[in-house]
């Protein structure tokens, strides 16, 4: 673990309308590290990410990138830095093709070449993607939207990866293999992410440090075997 | 039949134009859900910005010398005209007004379009204002039956050239991609690093330089321009665009020419006074039965 | 010069030059001349005001004025108080007895201004139940106005039919031609069922111009008698003499009365269960439906409600101007009726009325621009949407919600 985080948030606030989502959260991503949000419905988990994103403004606070504060840039401008997101719901476009999602995620890369064999690389990564590239991206099962949302957040090549709630609606199996994937982009390609997730099971085995979300405050920040033998965590979180 | 097909002919020369404005009316609402009410007047100011061009041309005698040239430099730079207009319209009033209730950017469009049309009128004046005699009088008999002039091979020409042209602009390149896609979903193309307020722009660009080319069309067909003559075809353009399914290009396109071709042969077979009653009578009856239209929408039908 | 004014000034530098890329074409390529000086003029004209109400806008944020704006803004506060000490009923009596006396104190010009302002005050009102109260948005209501013209129009001319025993039936005519252009058009959302109303609007016009069996078509219909009265005369005993209303002061009262009528009937619905149901279907119509609210009823009453206004102010322009043609029934009248009811304030009888005395009477005081009348209007309206969206008087809220800033 280097020393400075790769993204660091520090006491952001957030609100929609008169309504406030984030009371001052305060985290920190390391390069390399798979950490974790879990929370209820409604903590405010999604929120933050779209609040890292710049979809959401912050109203206070900061967002550090890269050492670099983010909070008041515009979102269209953080991919190119390699902070990419798959949002909640996997929002996957749904009258484009299948290689045309993919393609939009590299939208903002000049390098004409290198976007060809990173879409064939995502192919392989996903062989039931490449089976229908021409296929509308709406008519896809859960499971393969999924696929191509992530698919199309590493056609950036992120260096930082965001992801909302991946197993939403999935079968456990599906469910298994995304997380195979996660965990092989961020041991293979080195890509630093930060998952959100209502299963906390998953989300505290996947990650190595953990954050507890609770009306947009973070309640517990530890490392997830020690969260995991937490009996109040265990309690709300995992079911006992 | 002579006269159907005669009629059919008319249709398709009058379907294009309706296409091409009609265009511009879907792109942008497609794109951020609004009626671009001052829509058919980027379409009037093209025709007068033809009227200029030729007429300048015409005044030093280029446009017997070269024809062709006159015409397309008059086209280009009625578009690009028309294009640049549209994009001070979208910067002045609905940019500032991108997080406002529908009503308020509505009324917006319809202040700039009354706002456009009396710019128009008061630079322009008030009476039809003559197109240089068309160069391209004539036209032959096919089968001793058909007429078809010069003038309405070259409209549908033209036409079917810009049509197939923002075809392959929507739909094989990678703007046309990102245009579809802030379409669909505003929040996730910046989440992927597309500029929507650029793309928003080159959108109404591209829409109004389509209508431009339909004013010109116009004007070279019917003789002359007027300040107001957005206003009707502008709401028969959007009928063809609901038609087709809003925010559908090939929908739009669709449209226009059925729009087309029921207004020539209504006015033909049923009456000619009412002929604008019928393309109204449609867009009440689409938006009844079947509002996402014949080819189905295409719009963003997310929440954050 | 700051960063953030050097941005200000540069963005109004290319703001200006863009502007002039657009004007030259219409005003410097005539007769094969290139010339430069037209559009030069008018340019210069616009980079100097809007030079001028920057800096002043600038400078007033900046603190500049303060010497000024402070005490001003304190008098002002005073007044509102004072004024609101005074309680509401002592405002209308003021205002209504300003009303009756006006015409003894004004002449023709000013008393013609004063009808037409109280015409189009009916037809705010009317059309502010549609829009204001219940959220539809209205584009053709001209064709109401239309409706009730033509009534009484043929009902005169035709039948003899007095005015006063007119008004209802054009209401009721009115209200019919509500319910048939609601009928399909009420389940469409929002801006499709503006560009639907406005095609029904239309629609009504080209049938007026082309029908010449029925309305004579373009031509419109003559001789229309003005409204009659009975009036006692005391030639030959007491008897009732008939005369009619033709001349400027009596039909002042006349339209005077049904301004009342209308500010009354539209305040009584305001303020009723109905106004109520309204209000909840234009916030929030799936809310308002899974309360029980029968929305398209509720819909189609209030079409029907702003049509019937609509109709009476149409058959006093037929009474009064004895002629009627569809020239006076197009588009233009129903954005000009549509902004006053949104300039003013939507809901809001007040400021439906200031909304169209701004539209009628402000005009008027600037009759040598006439030409330019229309182009400030259009530019007036995009603006008040853009700066100050809910008018100039808007409707006071009961209560607030947790998501309104403001």
Known sequence: ?240 | MEYFLQQMINGLTLGGVYALIALGYTMVYGIIQLINFAHGEFFAAGGYMGVILLSFLSFHGYMDTHPWWCLTASLVLSMSYCALLAMAVEKIAYLPLRHASRLSVLLSALGMSIFLQNGLMLTQGVYDKPYPTSFTHGGFVLGNVLQISYMQIMIVGITALLLVGLNRLVFKTRIGTAMRATAQDKVMSALVGINSSRIISITFALGAGLAAAAGIMVGLYYGSVRYDMGFVPGIKAFAAAVLGGIGNITGAMVGGFIIGMVEIMAAGYISSEYKDVFAFIILIAVLYFMPTGIMGENVDDTRV | MTRGSKRFWLTWALALVWFFVLLWPLLGLKDGQVTFAAAFEVWLWVAGTSFVLLSAWRLNKAGAFTAVTGPLGRVKARLDSAALRVPTPVWLVILAAGALIYPQFTGRYAQDVAINVLVYVCLGLGLNIVIGLCGLLDLGYIAFYGVGAYTYALLSVHYAVPFWLSLPVCALFAAVAGCIIGYPTLRMRGDYLAIVTLGFGEIVRIVLNNWMGLTNGPNGILGIHPPGAYVPSLADGFTLEHIWLRSLTPLYYVILGLTVVTIIGVHRLNFSRIGRAWESIREDETAAELMGVNTFNLKLLAYAMGAVFGGLAGAFFAARMRFVSPESFTFMESAMVLSMVVLGGMGSIPGVILGALALVALPEVFREFELYRMLAFGGAMTAMMVFRPKGLWPAKRFGSRSEEKD
């Open chain 1, 1 to 240: 673990m280097a020393d400075q985080p790769l993204l660091e948030l520090r006491d952001v606030e957030a609100a929609y309308g008169n309504i406030k989502a984030l009371k001052g959260i305060s985290l920190c991503v390391y390069p390399g590290e798979i950490v974790s949000i879990i929370g209820a419905n409604g903590a405010g988990k999604s929120t933050t990410l779209m609040t890292i994103c710049g979809i959401v403004r912050a109203t206070a606070g900061e967002i550090l990138y890269q050492g670099r504060p983010i909070q008041d840039k515009a979102a269209d401008r953080l991919p190119q830095t390699g902070l990419c997101q798959v949002p909640e719901g996997r929002r996957i476009f749904p009258r484009l093709s299948v290689r045309e999602n993919l393609e939009m995620g590299a939208f903002f890369r000049r390098d004409k070449d290198d976007i060809k064999r990173d879409l064939d690389h995502v192919l392989e990564l996903f062989p039931v993607l490449a089976e229908r590239t021409k296929q509308e991206g709406g008519t896809l099962s859960g499971g393969e939207q999924q696929m191509l949302a992530i698919g199309r957040a590493l056609m950036g090549r992120p260096k930082m990866l965001l992801l909302d709630e991946p197993s939403l609606g999935l079968a456990p199996l599906i469910v298994k293999r995304i997380f195979e994937i996660v965990a092989q982009i961020n041991e293979q390609d080195g890509t630093t992410i930060l998952l959100v997730e209502q299963n906390a099971n998953i989300a505290l085995s996947a990650a190595s440090r953990g954050y507890v979300m609770e009306t947009g405050r973070v309640t517990m920040e530890d490392a997830t075997d020690r969260l995991r033998d937490n009996p109040e965590i265990r309690k709300a979180y995992l079911g006992e």
